[in-house]
């Protein structure tokens, strides 16, 4: 019904870190940024920046690409597009199945009514 | 979007819209995400108590998930963990609530199915999760079609 892959996992477990979240953030608002300016707003040094790039980018929700000495990271949207593509498959089985007991149950209420009751 | 929640306004008393949900004749009626027919529908309803539920796909697949009863509070609220049989399609164990509330109408029935992604929510404390995945989500999916998440 609602398969789960494996990508899944990497997505979510990546979006977990709040300094993660932030640079997806920010790299939402601006497209292609540096990595020591996308380190800027951190209090962390650039090591552990560099760490929580390579969970994104194994995560495969941004690339990054050199030019000289200048890495530029930018977005990449697919793999939270299936994150949403998973959620949504929950909701179309529920949603469906809650259609079905309205109906059933309005049917239960209309026999009711019937009976008098 | 840890939890999906739907909401839905039923022309039917909330105790009709609770036995629906909880007996084994009213789950028959309507489980599943299509019109395969519910194959087997078990439930002992009291707090401890265990349900399962096997449905059938119009495609042909068969699927099965069960949990605990944690909440039974005839007509108003009902509270069950959820797991998928086998764990190949989804790991771990999640939560769906059921709120029913008397209306004029009749219910007023919200339903949310939350921790969907458990070890991660366990582990990460973070409230602010929602939030963000939300603003990206509206980046990614600008244009698709809006619905009630959390």
Known sequence: ?117 | MTSLTIVRRIRARPSLVFDALTTSEGIARWWGPDDGPVLLAETDLRVGGRYRVRFRMLDGSEHESSGEYLEVVRPERLAMSWRWAGGEEDPGESLVEINLRAIAEGTELIFTHSRLHDEETRRSHEAGWNGALYKLERHFLASSEHRETQ
């Open chain 1, 1 to 117: 019904m609602a398969n789960y892959p494996e990508q899944l996992d990497r997505t979510f477990a990546a979006l977990v870190d709040p300094t993660r979240r932030a640079i997806l953030t920010r790299l939402e608002r601006e497209h292609g940024v540096s990595v020591s300016e996308l380190a800027r707003p951190f209090a962390i040094k650039l090591p552990a920046v560099m760490k929580h790039l390579g969970v994104l980018d194994d995560a495969g929700l941004i690339t990054r690409s050199k030019i000289g000495r200048t890495v530029t990271v930018r977005l990449s949207p697919e793999p939270m597009k299936e994150a949403m593509d998973w959620l949504r498959r929950y909701e179309r089985f529920w949603s469906a199945g809650l259609d079905r007991l309205a109906a059933y149950a309005e049917g239960k209420e209309a026999e009711m009514r019937e009976k008098g009751g």
